[in-house]
């Protein structure tokens, strides 16, 4: 009955590997998030969907790409992974122009070596 | 850019104290101001939110206070306990994009017996 899940938890890859992260939520959301938190603990915002279409796509580098099949997964794909990619991964959920308040997953901490 | 500031990296209180939590920031005003916790290893979780037109809002031992002329938020624990130690966020939304949230890098409390 997880509300916001992910997988993998841990994530240990090799420089310039392919991989990806997944997440869905049960909670009836409209809007999925992915944000990256940094060594320094800063929690920044990558890409969100509302209803299946990106409406936020920060500046990230284009070897991120997000991909929502539906409403309750949104998916993140990583190519040609950097030594700096190495963090954790947050997706998030919430129902906009309703509650506003966002759920949080519990986080894919990712290694590059 | 949206620039968000919480007043410490760490806070140290005695169990039974008040914790005061600062959040400032400057450019824009936010449509809505949020607070969550996160815990070592976790997500964050969503704790309060207050409206720009709101002064203050309350749940149990937590008060948040807004102030948008001095573009400052402070985030109350009343009567701390050790199991309330964990990092505080604080984050704003505009209101312009679709659930955007600007996140400061949080402060780390710790309640000690």
């Known amino acids: 009955d997880t509300a916001v899940s992910q997988t993998p938890k841990y994530l240990v890859t090799q420089m310039g590997n392919d991989k990806s992260i997944k997440c869905e939520q049960n909670?009836?959301?409209?809007?999925m998030y992915w944000y990256k938190q940094d060594s320094k603990k800063f929690l920044k915002i990558m890409f969100s969907y509302n209803n299946k279409e990106l409406i936020i796509n920060e500046t990230v580098p284009n070897r991120f790409s997000p991909k929502s099949p539906d409403k309750a997964h949104l998916n993140l794909h990583i190519n040609s992974l950097e030594l700096g990619d190495s963090a954790v991964y947050f997706c998030?959920?919430?129902?906009?122009?309703?509650?506003?308040?966002?759920?949080f997953g519990p986080g894919t901490r990712l290694t590059v070596t | 850019s949206q620039k968000i500031e919480q007043n410490s990296e760490a806070l140290n209180i005695q169990e039974g104290k008040t914790a005061t939590l600062t959040c400032n920031y400057t450019n824009y005003s936010p449509a809505y101001l949020q607070w969550y916790r996160q815990d070592p290893g976790r997500g964050p979780v969503f704790l309060l939110l207050i409206r720009e037109n709101e002064k203050e809002k309350r749940k149990e031992r937590l008060k948040v206070t807004f102030d948008t002329t001095l573009k400052q938020s402070l985030f109350h624990i009343t009567a701390s306990q050790p199991a309330d130690s964990a990092t505080y966020l604080c984050?704003?939304?505009?209101?312009?994009?679709?659930?955007?949230?600007?996140f400061g890098r949080g402060t780390q409390l710790t309640v000690w017996p």
């Open positions: 909670l009836g959301h409209d809007t």
């Open positions: 984050a704003l939304d505009r209101g312009s994009t679709l659930g955007r949230l600007y």
């Open positions: 998030a959920s919430s129902q906009v122009r309703d509650t506003y308040e966002q759920y």
